[in-house]
Structure formats: structure tokens, C-alpha cells
């Protein structure tokens, strides 16, 4: 087990070997906290948990010695975070592959670790309010730029470079004319190019893929890859001396030319920045050559910048691809993972910045485990025995105060021109020897009691690396050549210039107050979050597995106060809640909740009621404190009575949507059948439409054929039944004789079968054959028909007397029209008869009297004048010629009355006769009376005004009749 509990803190102890305790069932065991045991995941969930219950943000701050294993359990503790709350999973991938970026450009192998990280970083993951991973921020503190261009024995540079030589594809290595390692002088300052156990090919291949998914193209990668050559160029750049003076310039050579080509810009260019320094005088700009060591320094300090701004750099674009939206910023898990506490045999300006932001995280860790925890007991009335701990507040004043601190006594010197390394070393001996943290050592050296134990520095160098100047002929350079990255870092190296410092007075930030600044805000910010502490301890010297050096890990235990640490959690009451937080969390688990009111008595109640004994907690005025271990019972018990309130509820509320699923799906089925009703009524009623007229169709030509089928059936039977019948007549009039003697055998046969028992059953049978059954039932059919056709015999008669009845009717109706007829036709001719002969009358009489006598009109009423005839014999002599034609007339009238009488009279017979013939005939003889008789009337009308004419006619001509006439007219008129 690599991981235990001290408090609050957790103990890592690096295994140097796969422990196999980080997989997937690992992270998920701690998720679904089914394991409680000390872990990096459980640290993480801890603080994923707060973060979400107290929506404060959290950090994780990893400290330790180099190699301890800081890196490592960072990453591990993002890989958790990056698991629970993985949102959409790229953003927590990205946020992975960082690591594998950032370790290439900013670790190194060192004598204490393979893979030591050579700046601090801390990354912040921020999350949604859901608990999602909404994106990701990395902060990143003081690169050790000098590993660049200066090795000590053992070590690497940074592992970038030996990856690009190794793993770099063919097509790079011919743009970038790359070598191997072992031929670029940077390199090979140390004996050590390779790391034991680790392919710098493959990680090269890694590195690109990570490139790729955090979104840095190809284009900007190559460009990125370019400066790396650039800087191992530069350091195989030499140089040679042109003069007496030893002034120098760069050798023409492949190297130069190379690191030309990949800055952008000409050997020639290169050579004079490198060589020469301008220096300004007034108004007048002089160029300085330089020496070999003033061209070796400027050298290395292009190395370092363009390496140092490509780090910074690419930070810049890892923060860009894994960047959050505002609104999404607010809570936040930071982790800290900041180089380890080193101490070299030669400690230069790095180690001591390293150091001391060691004893600043320490600082961290000291004020909010002992001195709040402590302070805060005596504030809330506890009573409290003050537990005493190594306090580093005045070893970071030795460093910090002003204007005595070794900060800004190095500042100081470093801004008299004059000042040297031992100026500088004489200087802190001088103001400092009083303070118990320092001890001044021989020549350059000086000695710091740091918390983990002392460290010798070397001040050699710590005036220029604090200095961190840099030729502005090189920053010029750089903005004039054609690469892009140059440009940009030269911009911003400028625009950093540019800004204003504090006063005019103050100069340029150096890199030690720089730091110290950094690390201020770094530590503000840790302050506004919950931290959860995390100790790496290195097991052995010799990073191997298994080998557990005792004294090692005690030495570390013992400064980085873990033993105070122990003391005062046990003394202590690490869990520490406000009434009201404990009363809220526990008091639901009160048997009787009613009784209390008030936070304070609730929490005391729950306390009492689990039995948690007095000396184990302590009631504070505003919280209530408890030693460890206690509230794990009350904690299990919460989770215990909580999981019984979640399977009460589940059940409930499963019963619950059963129940109305089941009235829902009632409710749904009866809707349904309502539908499929009322669409099936919908179908069938359009089905029937359709069918209905097809249907009548049918049964119109199925009836039509059974009627046909009917009536060939009848008439089948019919003549079926004549035959039988006709055959039965013809049997009747042969086998009379033959019948009797059947009849009588049948009777002697009914007698035998009724007397004779003896006669065999076979034998009656025979006697009763079958034509007598055959004949019976033909009788009775026959009788049938019979009784049928006399049926349809007496319908037939019945409709006959009907039309005969009818007949007669109509010959009635004729014969009255006929002697009406007759009667008209009758007194027509005697009217005519009449008028004839006295126009004969008169014609003889005016022959006698010889006047004219002037023609009469007569009576309109024809008919009143048919009834007579006109005496035509009495028409006078005189006017008979005249009359001729009248007489004409009249005769002809005569002969068309005739004529027409004769039509008339035939017509009426005919209709007669038709009646009589055809009484279903088509011609209606009613129909043709009326029309006859219509016809009739005209004919009368017409000539009976005819008849008047010819008399007006008459009586114009003066043919007068004399009394005679005139009393036969009026005879005329009174008969009528
Ligand atoms: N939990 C672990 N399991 C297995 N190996 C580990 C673990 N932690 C650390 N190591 C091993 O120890 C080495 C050093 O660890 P790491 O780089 O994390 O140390 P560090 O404290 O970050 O050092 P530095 O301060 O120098 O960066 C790793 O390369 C790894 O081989």
C-alpha cells in the first residue's frame, strides 16, 4: 500500500513501479465510494464532492522532494477528475495529452529523477455547474532555461531535443538538417543521451499525436520542431578570433548556416549579432566586438530565450485549445504540482528559486493546518494545549524582507554595474549572518536552513541569471527575421519592455522579484480555495522499487511537518462543523426530532444518541469539533439511513408510476378501441357504399336467373306431369282389368298379412309392389296439378267474365255514341232535307210572285237548325237561276255530311271491332272514341258555320222568304 492518511494530509510514497492500483475499476470503485481506503482518487473525489455540495473551489497541492512523485499523482488525480466529470470526453482528453506536451518541453532527466519536471505548473480544471469539465487553464513558473545550454554530469537537457533527433520522420530531419544527439554540443556536455528504459522515438511519436489533439497544426508544430533545431544549432555555432584582441566572429559553417535557416534569416545576419554589440553613446551608436566569452554568452542567451519563449508559447496554445467559455468559469479543482525541494552538491540561482517556493508552499500548508486550525480553537472557546511546529515564517522573511532580504539585496546588486558574483556573496554574508536561517560559507557561498534541510548555494551566476538580460541587437534580430515564432517572441520580449514599471526610478523586474511576485498571486489564489494536501515521499536515493531507506523517508516526514502533522490530528479535532452544518447533516438521524429546536441541542442530541463520548468532541461557540474517527460512525449511519430513504423512495415511487402507467395505459387501450371503432365503422360504412351497388347488381341478375331456373323447372314438371298423366290414362284405360286384380291381390294380401302369419314378409312385400306406390303418388300429384290447373282455370275464367263485362261496358258506351250519332246525323239531314226543300219552296214562289226575295240569316243555334229540313221546294221561280249556285252549296254540304258521316260511322266500327279483337291491344279504344268525337266537334263547328254562310249567303241575294219559310224557321226555333 503506497498511500496512508496523517490528518488531513495524504502520504504518496513513490513505488517506482507499476503498482497497478490506477485502472478503470479503480476510479470506478472510488466513484461509487464502495472503498474508502487513502488514495490519490479518493483525495480528488473528496474535493470533487465538496466542490459540488459547497460550490467552493478546491486544490490540490502536491509537494515533495524531487522524484518524489509529484508529477505522477497529478496526473493521476486529473485522470480521476477527468473521469467524473469527463463531460463530452474530448475536453478531458485534451487536458490528458497536455502532460505528455509539457513534460517533453519542460522535464528533464536529473540526478534525482529521469523525468524531472524543471518548472511549476499549476493546472486549473473548471467545471459546470452539472459537475461537466467545461475547460482547463495552465500556469506555468519559472522554466529552468539554463538546463538549455548548461549540463551538469548525469543529466539531460530537455527531452525534446533528444526525441526530435531520434524520432523526427526523414522529410523533417532533410528540412531541418537534423543530426544525432550525440553531435550538437548542447547535448553532449553531459556523458548521458539516453534514459534507461525509455524510447525517445516513441515519445517523439506521442508527442506529435498529443500536438494533434490538442489542436496544434501541422504547419505550427513544424515551425515549433524548427526552433528546437534552431537552438541545438546555435550551441555547435564557434567561433574564432579575427584580431590581436581576441575579438571574435562566428565560423562559417554548416552550424551557422543551419541555425540561419531555421531562424529565418542570413549566416551573415547571424554572425553580426553574435559578434558585435551596439553600444549607444548620446546620439552616436557604436558597434562593440565582442570576445569569445561575450560571444559565447550571447549565444547561449538566444539559445535560452528562443527556447524559454517557445515553452511559454506553446503553453499559450495548450490553453487556447483547451479554453472555456466565462460564463462556465467559477468553480475550479486546481492542482499544484510545483518542483521539488532540491538540494545538489552545487546549488546555483535555480535551486534556490525552487526552494523557495518550496518553503512558500510550506508556508501554505503551516498556516492553514496549524496556525488557523490552532488560532481558530482559542477564538471559538476551546480549550487547547498549543501543539508547536516548525514555523518557516522567518526563513521565508530571509528571503522576502525588505530591504534586508536576499532578494532584494540581490536585486540591488544586480543593478550596480560593477557588482560581481562575490559582491554579491559579501553582501548577503553581511546583512544576513544575524539571522539563524543563513550561514555565510566560503568565497561565493552562503548556506539557507530551508525546512527540509540546509542547501549550499553558489552564487556564481545568480547576478546575471537574475539579470536575465538580454543584447537588445538580439531581440532585434530576431523581430527582422523571416520565421514567424522569431518574430513573435521578439515582439513580445519588446512589448514586456515596454510596460511600465512601478516607478521610472525602479528598473526592469528582475527574474528573482519576478518570482517571488508569482508565487504571491499563486499562493492568494490557493488561498480562496479548499486545499487537500498531498505529501510525496521519495523511498530511496537510488529510484528503485522495493528498497525502503528508513532514515530517507523520516528525514522527510520530519520537515515537511507530517510528525506535527500526526500530533495534531490526534491532540486535535481535525473535523470541525458550524452547529447549524452538523445539525443539518445529522439531525434527521434524531429517534425523536420534535424535542429540540435550536442547531446547538440538535447537534448535542445526535452526538448523545450515538454515543460519541464527551472527551471525543468539543462545543465550540460556533462550531463543534471532533477528534478523528468520530464522525466516520455518524457519516455511516447518514449513508446507512439515507440508502433506507432512497429504497423507501424508490419503491414508492416506483410503485407509484406503475400505478399510473397502469391507469394510463386504461386509459390509452379505451381511447384506442374507441378509434379503432369508429375507424372500422368509417371503413365499413365506405366498404358498404362500395359493395351496396354491386350487391343490388347481383341480386338482381341471381333473381333473374332463378326465375329462369324457376320457370324452366315449372315447365319441366309441367310436361313431365302431362306425360305422367298421359301415361297414366293410357295404364288406366289398358290395365283396368289388371288393377282389379292388383286392388284384389293387395286386399288379399292385407287379409293374408293380417290372418296369415305364416306367409313369409319377403311375400307380403311382393304383394304390395311397387307400382301401386308408384301410381298412388302419381294419382296424387296428378290430383295436385289438377286441383292447380283448375285454379289457374277458374283465374282465367274470372278475368275472361271481367273483360267480358268490360266488352259489353264499352259496346254499351259505343252503342249510345252511335245512336246519339245516329240522332245528330238524323236531324243534320233533316235539317238539310228541310232546307232544301223550302228553298225549292221558295224558288217556286218567287217565280210566281216574281220579286226577289232577299236571303234570311239564320238562327246561330246549327243544331236547333239541323232539326228540321229547309223546305227548298217553296223557293220563288224568279231567283231559282241565281239560286243554282246557292243550291250547289248546299248540295255539296249535303255530300260532305255524307261523306263524313260515312267516315265517322266507320271509324267508330272499326274502334268497335278492335276492342273486340284485341282487348290488349295497344290501342286505347277510349283514348281513339275521344279523339274521334274531338274530332267530331270541330268537324260540327266548322260545318255548321259553313252552314250558316251558305244561309247568309242565300238571304243576301234577296231571296225573302215569305211566312211560310219564316214560320218553318221559327217552327225550327220553338222545336228546339
Ligand atoms: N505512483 C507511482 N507509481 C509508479 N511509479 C511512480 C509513481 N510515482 C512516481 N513514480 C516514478 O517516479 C518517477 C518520478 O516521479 P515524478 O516525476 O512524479 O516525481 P516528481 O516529484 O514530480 O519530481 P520532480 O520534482 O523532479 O518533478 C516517475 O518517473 C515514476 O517512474
Not at 560593477?418 to 554579491?424: A, H, I, K, M, V
Not at 394510463?664 to 366498404?687: D, H, L, M, P
Not at 220579286?851 to 231567283?879: A, I, Q, W
Request: aromatic letters at 10%; hydrophobic letters at 35%; proline letters at 2%.
Amino acid at each position: 500500500m503506497i498511500y496512508s492518511k496523517a490528518g488531513l494530509v495524504l502520504i504518496a510514497v513513490n513505488p517506482y513501479k507499476d503498482v497497478q492500483i490506477y485502472g478503470e475499476e479503480f476510479v470506478t470503485s472510488y466513484r461509487q465510494k464502495a472503498t474508502d481506503n487513502p488514495h490519490v482518487f479518493a483525495t480528488a473525489d473528496t474535493a470533487y464532492n465538496e466542490m459540488m455540495n459547497d460550490g467552493i473551489s478546491q486544490s490540490i497541492i502536491i509537494s515533495g522532494e524531487s522524484g518524489a512523485g509529484k508529477t505522477e499523482t497529478a496526473k493521476m488525480a486529473m485522470r480521476y477528475l477527468a473521469a467524473l466529470g469527463g463531460g463530452n470526453g474530448r475536453i478531458g482528453r485534451k487536458i490528458l495529452e497536455t502532460h505528455c506536451i509539457l513534460e517533453a518541453f519542460g522535464n528533464a532527466k536529473t540526478s534525482k529523477n529521469d523525468n524531472s519536471s524543471r518548472f511549476g505548473k499549476l493546472t486549473e480544471i473548471y467545471f459546470t455547474e452539472t459537475g461537466k469539465i467545461s475547460g482547463a487553464k495552465i500556469q506555468t513558473f519559472l522554466l529552468e532555461k539554463s538546463r538549455v545550454v548548461q549540463l551538469a554530469a548525469g543529466e539531460r537537457s530537455y527531452h525534446i531535443f533528444y526525441q526530435l533527433c531520434v524520432g523526427a520522420p526523414p522529410t523533417l530531419r532533410e528540412k531541418m538538417n537534423l543530426k544525432m544527439a550525440s553531435e550538437y554540443n548542447y547535448l553532449i556536455q553531459s556523458d548521458s543521451l539516453v534514459i534507461n528504459g525509455v524510447d525517445d522515438a516513441k515519445k517523439f511519436q506521442k508527442l506529435v499525436e498529443a500536438l494533434d489533439i490538442v489542436q496544434m497544426c501541422k504547419e505550427e508544430q513544424e515551425q515549433a520542431f524548427a526552433m528546437i533545431a534552431a537552438v541545438l544549432w546555435l550551441g555547435n555555432i564557434s567561433f574564432q578570433s579575427i584580431d590581436n584582441e581576441h575579438y571574435v566572429e562566428a565560423s562559417a559553417d554548416e552550424a551557422l548556416t543551419s541555425a540561419a535557416r531555421l531562424m529565418g534569416c542570413t549566416p551573415h545576419e547571424l554572425n553580426q549579432v553574435l559578434s558585435t554589440h551596439r553600444v549607444q553613446a548620446g546620439k552616436d551608436i557604436f558597434v562593440k566586438k565582442l570576445t569569445l566569452q561575450q560571444a559565447i554568452d550571447s549565444r547561449d542567451a538566444l539559445a535560452k530565450f528562443i527556447y524559454a519563449s517557445l515553452f511559454d508559447w506553446l503553453v499559450e496554445q495548450i490553453n487556447k485549445s483547451l479554453g472555456v467559455h466565462k460564463k462556465y468559469i467559477g468553480r475550479s479543482i486546481s492542482i499544484l504540482d510545483i518542483y521539488g525541494f532540491e538540494s545538489f552538491k552545487k546549488n546555483s540561482f535555480e535551486q534556490f528559486c525552487i526552494n523557495y517556493a518550496n518553503e512558500r508552499l510550506q508556508q501554505h500548508f503551516n498556516r492553514y493546518l496549524f496556525k488557523l486550525g490552532q488560532e481558530e480553537y482559542g477564538l471559538d472557546g476551546i480549550d487547547w494545549t498549543k501543539v508547536d511546529f516548525e514555523d518557516n515564517q522567518e526563513c521565508l522573511d530571509l528571503f522576502e524582507k525588505k530591504p534586508l532580504g536576499i532578494f532584494s539585496l540581490l536585486d540591488e546588486e544586480s543593478n550596480f554595474p560593477n557588482s560581481t558574483d562575490f559582491t554579491l556573496a559579501n553582501k548577503l554574508k553581511q546583512h544576513l549572518h544575524s539571522s539563524s536561517y543563513f550561514k555565510g560559507d566560503r568565497g561565493r557561498a552562503f548556506s539557507v536552513r530551508h525546512f527540509a534541510g540546509e542547501v549550499l548555494y553558489d552564487t556564481n551566476g545568480f547576478l546575471e541569471k537574475n539579470r536575465d538580460s538580454l543584447n537588445s541587437d538580439l531581440v532585434q534580430h530576431l523581430s527582422s527575421c523571416n520565421s514567424e515564432l522569431p518574430r513573435l517572441f521578439a515582439k513580445k520580449r519588446i512589448n514586456q519592455s515596454l510596460k511600465p514599471t512601478i516607478s521610472s526610478d525602479t528598473p526592469k523586474q528582475s527574474v528573482g522579484t519576478n518570482f517571488k511576485g508569482q508565487l504571491f498571486k499563486l499562493m492568494h489564489q490557493l488561498e480562496n480555495t479548499k486545499p487537500h494536501f498531498i505529501r510525496c515521499i521519495k523511498p530511496n536515493c537510488k529510484q528503485l522499487p522495493d528498497m525502503y531507506e528508513e532514515e530517507l523517508v523520516l528525514q522527510q516526514l520530519r520537515y515537511c511537518g507530517i510528525l506535527e502533522v500526526v500530533k495534531i490530528s490526534r491532540a486535535g479535532y481535525p473535523t470541525r462543523m458550524t452547529h447549524l452544518e452538523f445539525a443539518e447533516r445529522y439531525g434527521f438521524l434524531l429517534l425523536e426530532t420534535n424535542a429540540y429546536q435550536d442547531p446547538l441541542s440538535i447537534s448535542v442530541a445526535v452526538l448523545k444518541q450515538f454515543n460519541v463520548l464527551p472527551d471525543m468532541y468539543r462545543v465550540g461557540y460556533t462550531k463543534l469539533y471532533l477528534r478523528t474517527g468520530q464522525i466516520g460512525a455518524l457519516e455511516d449511519r447518514r449513508k446507512q439511513v439515507l440508502q433506507g430513504v432512497i429504497q423507501v423512495q424508490k419503491y414508492f415511487r416506483g410503485h407509484r408510476a406503475r400505478r399510473l402507467f397502469h391507469e394510463f395505459n386504461k386509459g390509452a387501450k379505451t381511447i384506442q378501441s374507441f378509434v379503432c371503432g369508429e375507424n372500422i365503422r368509417r371503413k365499413y360504412a365506405i366498404e358498404a357504399n362500395r359493395c351496396s351497388s354491386y350487391a343490388s347488381h347481383l341480386l338482381d341478375e341471381q333473381l333473374a336467373s332463378v326465375i329462369y331456373l324457376q320457370s324452366v323447372i315449372r315447365g319441366w314438371l309441367a310436361r313431365r306431369d302431362f306425360n305422367n298423366m298421359h301415361n297414366l290414362k293410357q295404364l288406366n284405360l289398358e290395365s283396368v282389368k289388371c288393377r282389379r286384380k292388383v286392388g284384389r291381390k293387395i286386399s288379399e294380401a292385407k287379409v293374408f298379412a293380417t290372418l296369415d302369419t305364416d306367409m313369409p314378409h319377403e311375400q307380403q312385400i311382393q304383394v304390395v309392389p311397387s307400382v301401386m306406390v308408384e301410381l298412388q303418388r302419381k294419382v296424387l300429384k296428378a290430383e295436385a296439378i289438377l286441383g292447380q290447373k283448375e285454379q289457374e282455370n277458374a283465374t282465367l275464367r274470372e278475368q275472361l267474365q271481367q273483360y267480358e263485362a268490360r266488352q259489353l261496358e264499352y259496346e254499351a258506351k259505343m252503342k249510345s255514341m252511335e245512336d246519339m250519332w245516329q240522332k245528330q246525323m238524323a236531324s243534320l239531314q233533316t235539317s238539310l232535307a228541310a232546307a232544301r226543300k223550302s228553298l225549292a219552296a221558295d224558288s217556286n214562289a218567287g217565280q210566281r210572285r216574281g220579286d226577289v226575295v232577299s236571303p234570311r240569316y239564320y238562327d246561330s243555334e246549327d243544331n236547333v237548325s239541323m232539326g228540321s229540313r229547309t223546305p227548298v221546294g217553296n223557293m220563288p221561280d224568279v231567283v231559282r237561276g241565281r239560286e243554282n249556285g246557292s243550291l250547289n252549296a248546299v248540295g255539296n254540304l249535303l255530300k260532305e255530311f255524307e261523306q263524313r258521316r260515312q267516315t265517322f260511322d266507320d271509324d267508330a266500327k272499326s274502334l268497335a271491332e278492335i276492342r273486340m279483337a284485341q282487348p290488349t291491344s295497344n290501342v286505347n279504344p277510349d283514348d281513339e272514341f275521344r279523339r274521334l268525337k274531338c274530332r267530331f266537334e270541330t268537324w260540327k263547328k266548322e260545318y255548321k258555320l259553313r252552314l250558316k254562310e251558305t244561309k247568309a249567303r242565300l238571304h243576301k241575294r234577296g231571296y225573302e222568304s215569305d211566312k211560310t219559310r219564316r214560320k218553318w224557321w221559327e217552327k225550327l226555333g220553338s222545336r228546339s
